[in-house]
């Protein structure tokens, strides 16, 4: 569909380190989770060169925007977050818009996680500094306040218009523009909290709570409690605004939690070289922070938990003795 593509970062090739783990963890996987596949996490567990895409642009002309989605010929895109549309016609009047850079995209409206991996970042793209628009996403409970310490006023959302020329982004890949974006973003998070972190902290251990996908640490209160004992603070995002997550997450050597999309929120605020020690349910096995880690100069480790009837369980003396091959 696009009258003309071009290429905003190269694809860069970089040797990815393993991760790190037990010897019998992988022994409990009994499934991936949906969105992931072996021959992708073998090579983030074993290490080894990863391709990691180019960013591209890509001009469509003649656009309509109708809610969630974008309509040009017979061609739909979902792009945004809200119900099907019967047809594209817009009930209120819509807006001409000559050109627009659209900087939100299906998975960032969906998913709070890739809303701050994914999406944020977009919005720093040099190309689309004039002329940003979004779609509608999910009313997240920390977004306002991510986008105020991240220093990122959302882009006006646009749910009705006609574009002679919007321009489309492929940004998936950790190429050396996101790692740059990504620096920026940690930056901005640093000079808004007065890049003070708290002293004498171990870790911190975020808690998933109850929202996006059922991931039940059946045992949390013993998994708390051994972490308390070794120094760790305990942070439950759901309980907190944004500025205080960030904070108590700031600059913290180590994050441990149950995989998900809620590890996002470390992403700014983890220490530099710190490491992510993700704790996996055994029917839901996930690398995916592994992609941000590789990029970003940091560990990443994980044990894997063994099924419950209610979840699944984690043995403490996994978690410490995973603990100990960091240091």
């Known amino acids: 569909m696009a009258t003309r593509s071009w290429e905003v970062c190269a694809a860069e090739t970089l040797t990815c380190p393993s991760a790190i783990h037990l010897p019998d963890a992988l022994d409990r996987v009994t499934a991936l989770s949906p969105w992931r596949d072996w021959e992708t996490e073998r090579l983030y567990i074993e290490g080894g060169p990863v391709m990691h895409a180019a960013t591209r642009a890509h001009l469509i002309q003649n656009v ?30 819509r807006r001409n818009l000559p050109e627009a850079h659209l900087v939100s995209d299906w998975a960032g409206s969906h ?23 979004s779609l509608p996403t999910k009313d997240y409970t920390h977004e306002a306040g991510y986008r105020k310490i991240l220093e990122r006023p959302r882009p006006p959302c646009v749910t009705a218009a006609r574009v002679n020329r919007l321009i489309l982004y492929n ?6 523009s996101k790692a740059a974006r990504y620096a920026e973003l940690r930056a901005a998070l640093r000079r808004n909290l007065g890049g003070i972190a708290p002293q004498g902290k171990t870790g911190v251990y975020l808690k998933r709570g109850t929202t ?7 045992n949390e209160s013993q ?18 605004d944004a500025r205080t997550i960030a904070q108590r997450l700031l600059d913290a050597p180590i ?18 070289g710190g490491t992510l020690l993700v704790l996996q349910p055994p029917d839901r096995f996930a690398m995916a922070f592994k992609e941000f880690t ?5 560990n990443f480790a994980f044990t894997v938990g ?5 979840g699944f369980t984690v043995n403490p003396d996994d978690i410490k003795r995973t603990l100990d091959l960091l240091s």
């Open 171 to 176: 940004d998936f890949g950790h190429n050396p």
């Open 111 to 133: 998913y709070f996680g890739l809303f701050l991996r994914a999406s944020l970042p977009m919005e720093l793209l040099p190309d689309a500094a004039e002329n940003m628009i």
């Open 212 to 218: 996006g996908e059922r991931r039940r640490l059946a």
């Open 294 to 298: 590789n990029r970003g100069g940091l």
């Open 306 to 310: 063994h099924a419950a009837p209610d």
């Open 64 to 93: 309509d925007i109708n809610g969630a989605f974008l309509y040009c010929g017979a061609a739909k895109l979902r792009a945004g977050f809200g119900p099907q549309q019967l047809t594209h016609r817009h009930a209120a009047p």
């Open 255 to 272: 994050v441990v939690s149950v995989e998900g999309s809620h590890l996002s929120h470390a992403i700014y605020s983890i220490a530099e």
């Open 223 to 240: 998994v708390e409690a051994t972490l308390t004992a070794l120094g760790f603070d305990i942070v439950e995002p759901a309980a907190l």
